[in-house]
Structure formats: C-alpha cells, structure tokens
C-alpha cells in the first residue's frame, strides 16, 4: 500500500472528486429528461449513449474509492457498523422516496405497487445496486480478516469477485443462463451487479493511489485511452453487433480514466468547476428528489426531437432543463435538512452542515 495517503484519511473533501460527482449527477438529470420527458432513445441519434459510457462506472468507481480506508479492521464489529451506517444513509431513503414515488407520480396512477411496477421499483436503481455492492464488500472483507491473507491475495481476490461479477450479470448470455427465476432478477436488480467491478476498481485504486496517479500523468497512457475511446465510438454499430461485451468493458474502462483525468487536471473554466463541485457534495440528494420534478408533459411538445433528430440542439435542451431541475432539489434537499430531525428521517444521517 502507499504511505503517501494522508489526504486520503483525512475529513476534508477532495475538490475533483466532487466535481467529477457533479458532472454524473448532471449527465444522470440529463439522460432522464430526455428519455422520460422528451422521448430520446436508444435509436434516435443523440449524444447520451456516449454519456451512458461515462457515467454509471465512474458511479460506482467513486463509490469503491471513498469505501476503503487503510485504517478499517474488518472484523464482526466493524462490518456490522460499517453495514448498519451504509444502511441508513442509503437504502433507508432510497426506500422512503421510492414508495412516495410510486405513489404520487403521474405514470404510477392506478396501478399496483409491486406487481405492475416491478422493473419501476429499479428507479433507484443505483443506491439500491450500491447497497449490494457493499454487503459483498463487507463480506469479503470479513473473510479475508478471519483468515488473514497477506496483501497480494487480498488484491486478488477482490478483483477475481469483481471480475466475477461482471462475467455473471453485465455478460448477458451469462446472465441468462442464471438458475434464477426472472421475477426474482427484476425484484433484486441483478443486471446491474456486474458494476461491482468497477467499485472494486475504485477500491484498489485507492489503495495504491499513488501508483494510479503516476499511470494517469503518463500522457502516452492517457492518450491512448482517449484514442481508444473515440475510436471504440466511431465503429459503435458494428462493435456491439459482433462484440458487444468487448465494446462496453472497453469503453467502461477507458472512460473512467477519461474523466479522472480531465476533472483531476481541471480542464475547466473555474466557474463552471466550482458549479460541478458544489452539486457533488449533494449527489445523493439530488439523485433521490430529481424523479420528483421531471416534466413528463413535455413530452407530446418535443417531437421536434424524435422525428427531426438535432443531437446538439436536444443536448442544450436537456441540459438547461437539468440544471433547473438539479437547482430545485437542492432547494427542496435545504429544506429536508432543515433540522436533525428531519435529516434523521428522510435521509438517514445526521446534518452535517
């Protein structure tokens, strides 16, 4: 492990890591607005599959990289703190506003709660994924713990899961052949277990942030990333017709480093980094709220869009929705956290402000 970890454990935030958190959220508001609001899928010209690339790993890549820290003792104690805290701080809400949705959103009028919305439940796909993908961590970090493996196996276990992971639920012919009933896949979410590779990526990358570090300044790696992305994209269609899983474990990969290093060596103008770095301090928030306010009645006004595809015009679009949609549940999340109380009940954590 690297000795030079002292920013690492301390409390204070790291400003690119926010930043990077605030341009998902926003790519996140954005994909929903156009597909919930304005139609925009999968075969309509537009630049949110590229944004799909680099926007779920990196989730989860972060996620993995704040869960380690070279002072945990993974012991029965600890795992179970460790689990009761994540618990509370993210399915509890997740929970809470998933059952509120579902009963005051336009699109879930009269239907039932559990059956007819069933693949609706995985609105909060992504806390409720997370909250696996930490009940996995802990446990192999227990097991490790009790038979004291030396670091080397550790490292190789951890990745061999993640690699695992990925084989079993994002392989889809894998997945498939899965003895598991499809009901059961939908209720739990499944598909999406295989990101935990990628926050076992995040893991690791902490605890040798320093050698991550050196990899990444190297400009003939990064260049070489960034080629391989854009041509991976370029020749997008026959790719992921004949193969499809080479393609997004590519373009996955490629493009977490595309954006560690572009917000780490802050390729931004300073206004628009301190605006990603203010709304990634309440990603979490923002995620959960923001199903509140999308505009569904936009859509029988925005078949512009789907007939006469303007793929840079729909970007500005959706991003200026986004941005007053993300500044409305900052609005409401100031006024959840309003007390201790409050912050208790709807989000699981004391305030912290």
Known sequence: MDKNDHFMTSNQRIEYIDAIKGFLILSVVMCHVAGYCMGIQDDIPSFHPIMFEIRNPPFFFISGFFAYKATNCWNGNFTIHFLKKKMQAILWPSILFLTVLLYIHPSFNGRTFLYDNIKDLWFYWYTFALTIFFIF?????????????????ENVVLLSCGLLSYL??????????LPVPTQVKLASGMIYWGFFLFFILGVLTKKYHDKFTRLIANQYFACACLFTFI???????????????????????????????????????????????????????????????LPLALYPNTAFFRETPVPILEFMTTTAISIGIIALSLLISRILRISTISTLLFFGERNKE
């Open 137 to 153: 961590y802990s446990f192999i970090q227990f097991v490790l713990y009790k038979i004291k493996c030396n670091e080397t196996i």
């Open 168 to 177: 079993l639920f994002s392989v889809q012919s894998v997945y498939d052949l």
């Open 231 to 293: 041509l991976f994209n370029i020749f997008h269609q026959p790719l992921t017709d004949t193969h499809y899983n080479l393609f997004r474990i590519v373009t996955y990969l490629t493009g977490i480093i595309i954006v560690y290093i572009f917000f780490k060596d802050c390729h931004l103008p300073q206004t628009i980094n301190k605006f990603f770095v203010y709304i990634g301090k309440r990603t979490l928030d923002i995620y959960l709220i923001h199903y509140f306010l």
